[in-house]
């Protein structure tokens, strides 16, 4: 009995001196989400409406060495050697995308997530069955039907012709499903969604999450020393709290506070190996905005990311103050600009309104409210993975 206090006190002493320091709550900030997304989400559902089902076996991928039902990409910025017979093995040339690259499957996930999303967030507008009911036959095609399925893995993702069959670091290319568990969530209490298909999207979507934590490709990426493990564990902290798996949800967390405000954030509130890029401004961005979501996912009353710092002040509050003032004004950024995409950012980035409402600061969400919504530069909206940001506000 003895032995055991001394354990729990040592344990719970360790805790408090290394980085266990809370601010106190933040006063409240109140923003209508649905008024002011409304048209915008009504929009984009009347066209959800409309769009067939969506399948990445409709788009073959001839150099994977996966099958048809398997997610297919190559890596963004590996180009044909010039010096070689068929360009092979390819080269690296940092922050240049190579438009020749295989994307379909990367464009299907993002097609399939926006029609879902948006009909989500019209469901929750108005309460129509109709928009649930539009969302069951791309769910089925997409995740269940076993012909036109994607299958829950991302062996193959992010590819290296004559290098690599596929990698780690390609799971960032499924960044945009994170909405969809969401998206599920909201719709699932309608009359027209079938209980079946949320308990099939589950198990689906849990998975893939045991696939993230249990694959070489998958340890590898939640290794990672920049944003790539950031990506990694907001999808499987989505994917967990979408499944009740909270042993998954524990190592999120644990994951945020050891290591990304521990080790990634700079005494600024910056993120060093974001700003030694070659596209530093939307690296930040990036970053920012996926470390605010994880706080979004993860904050529990009992545990509340948004309040959690460093004895050294390090903390989400930090971070997002550190880039405010190039959101508002990128002219003042004090780095070089991107190398692409440099004239798309900044939009109407998640960062900013989850921090505004989470942390009391109103200048946030006046700033969240007057960027453009959707934007319209590919690599932009690649790089947001939130796109109804009602279906995530509480």
């Known amino acids: 009995m003895k ?4 354990a729990l006190a040592f344990a719970t002493l360790g805790m408090l ?17 649905a008024a002011i997304d409304r048209e915008r989400i009504l929009k984009a559902a009347a066209a959800a409406l409309a769009q067939p089902p969506v399948t990445i076996t409709a788009f073959p991928a001839k150099l994977s060495e996966g099958g048809p039902n398997d997610f297919y990409s190559n890596g963004d910025y590996w180009w044909p050697d010039p010096a070689k017979p068929g360009g092979l093995p390819y080269v690296k040339r940092d922050g240049e995308t190579n438009p020749e690259n295989f994307v379909q499957h990367r464009l ?37 039907d076993e012909r036109t399925r994607m299958n829950p893995n991302l062996q193959f993702a992010q590819a290296i012709p004559g290098v690599s069959p596929g990698r780690g670091i390609g799971i960032i290319d499924a960044l ?14 309608s009359k027209a969604f079938p209980p079946d298909v949320a308990a099939s999207l589950r198990k689906w979507f849990g998975g893939l999450a045991d696939w993230m934590v249990t694959s070489k490709n998958g340890r590898d ?16 902290a989505v994917y967990a709290d979408f499944v009740g798996d909270a042993a998954k949800l524990a190592e999120c967390r644990r994951q945020y506070k050891e290591v990304f405000v521990g080790r990634q954030m700079a005494a600024d509130g910056g993120f060093p190996l974001e700003l030694a890029r070659t596209k530093p401004y939307g690296y930040s961005i990036f970053q920012l905005d996926n470390m605010a979501t994880l706080c979004q996912v993860l904050s529990t009353p009992a545990d509340d990311l948004w309040l959690y710092t460093l004895p050294d002040g390090r903390g989400i509050r930090k971070a997002v103050a550190f880039l405010y003032p190039y959101l508002a004004d990128k002219s003042k950024w004090p780095h070089k600009p991107d190398v692409q995409a440099w004239d798309g950012w900044p939009a109407r980035q998640p960062s900013l309104l989850f ?40």
């Open 108 to 144: 299907a996930i993002k097609s399939l997530r926006d029609s879902v999303a948006a009909l989500a967030a019209a469901y929750t507008l108005t309460g129509e069955d109709r928009y649930a009911a539009a969302a069951v036959p791309l769910l089925r095609t997409f995740f269940l």
């Open 3 to 6: 032995r055991e206090f001394l």
């Open 176 to 189: 945009h499903l994170i909405e969809v568990p969401v998206a599920v969530r909201a719709i699932e209490g």
């Open 221 to 236: 990426e939640a290794s990672a020393k920049n944003n790539h493990a950031v990506a990694f564990y907001l999808q499987l």
């Open 17 to 33: 001196s290394s980085y266990c320091v809370a601010d106190p709550a933040p006063p409240g900030v109140r923003v209508d989400v």
């Open 355 to 394: 921090g505004g409402l989470a942390l009391g600061e109103p200048r946030y969400v006046d700033l969240w409210k007057k960027l453009p919504p959707d934007p319209t530069d590919a690599e932009v909206q690649r790089n947001i993975a939130i796109t109804q940001p009602l279906l995530w506000v509480k």
